[in-house]
């Protein structure tokens, strides 16, 4: 049973990953070009944002 349940979560986690890897490089990115203080956030909303546009 807890196997079933592992492998039917799988899908979410890789969506997971795949926010805070882009999240990642997006707070990178924007922290070069603006300071590293709005770049961070900025990025980890942008990595939802992302997330949200996958799921539609």
């Not at 997971?16 to 956030?41: D, E, H, M, Q, R």
Request: net charge neutral.
């Amino acid at each position: 049973m807890k196997v079933k349940e592992l492998i039917a979560r799988i899908p979410e986690l890789v969506i997971n990953t795949n926010v805070i890897i882009g999240s990642v490089i997006a707070s990178f990115v924007l922290s070069i070009f603006i300071t590293p203080f709005l770049g961070i956030p900025l990025g980890i909303i942008l990595g939802f944002y992302m997330d949200k546009q996958f799921e539609q």
